[in-house]
């Protein structure tokens, strides 16, 4: 038998306690920020029948025909598929649950995605996504909710250097329209498509105007404008959307080959991107998708959402010098003596009752090694006990962060002092900047 460490599958990576406390207080923030814009969180399973995706996301996008990890259930044969992407599961547990019978519905989550495609930097197989999903407004007021709210997203992380680019797709009678007139442009230039242009000049070709091949893009600028296909209504509601930009005093750029990959898209779409992550620059994308709850299997609904990437915001908050702090252990407890342990384990108990977080020493050692990994283990304090301390029912505490005398405190009190200082420490143990 092979005695090879098994190592994680490619693209999919492990977050290890350093990290893992960064993504942690992130988080925290993420759920914060959105309690106070009136979302709700909501969790879905993270294998979904594969027909779900076909149905909203389409048959002819890079997802689906390219990406998606499906598989057949060995006990029945059901097509079953990691999920993607978090929408089309929000929209079908929403329609499942009857969630829309009575009113509209702010929705969150926050989870892994699975898509197979070469693993790079901001790029893998298993990434997390934030969705943010309003279902049953019809807008534009919450489409202009979703891009102010996430601005302020953006300031709270201390996050600068992300533009805003938007578009409209109108309806599907517009897309149709412009659809024809596009297929028509591009045969005419054929010779200068690109293998996926020509794949995707009869099933999909609204996608080819976001090529990023340059020989491509020369040939894009040409082509005719979806704007010029849109009716009436979808005008109104892009002059609403972008009104109601300019007064909140967001800048953006109107992008009109920005076009997602997602077919359920109608109306506004929109990306924030950044210049500070190499290729993968988008951060955050998403827009109206008003047919799609129809499309699963619902009663007609106006929709709208985006999803952020995770590692991408913490890769960009890295890049700009910006951090989340996790919250220390309020103390470490140092233990040397036999009569020591039995009351070390009792205090620390007692101080967990109030409240605080708590690391109890285990593995013997000396005083001198016991110390050391107490300041190494971020802790604000060291409470030492020895077996004098036990017998006089008190605690050495002893500062490792700012200064301060050591002093001797009953248990009791050793907890008010700590927690006291647990509460002049607060924003840094809730995730605030460092």
Known sequence: M?????QAVRGMNDVLPDEAERWEAFEAVIRDWLAGYGYRPIRMPLVEPTPLFKRAIGEVTDIVEKEMYSFEDALNGEQLTLRPEGTASCVRAAIQHNLLYD???RLWYMGPMFRHERPQKGRYRQFHQVGVEALGYAGPDIDIEMIVMTRRLWQRLGLTGIRLEINTLGDSAARAAHRAKLIAYLEQHIDRLDDDAKRRLHTNPLRVLDSKN??????VAGAPRLEDDLDDAARAHFAAFRAGL???GIDYTVNPNLVRGLDYYNYTVFEW?????GAQGTVCAGGRYDGLVEQIGGKPAPACGYAMGVERLLALMEAGGTTLAAAPSDAYVVRVGDAAEGFAAR???LLRDAGLRVTVHCGGGSFKSQMKKADASGARFALIIGDDEAAAGVVAVKPLRGGGEQQSLAPADAAA???AAASAAA???HGGQS
Do not use: F, G, K
């Open 347 to 349: 205090v620390a108990e």
């Open 427 to 429: 924003p840094l143990a």
């Open 417 to 419: 002092h700590l927690r």
């Open 103 to 105: 009113s509209p519905r």
């Open 214 to 219: 340059p020989q491509v893009r020369e040939v």
């Open 2 to 6: 092979s005695r090879t460490p098994l």
């Open 246 to 248: 300019e007064a909140a």
């Open 273 to 277: 991107i950044t210049d500070q992550l």
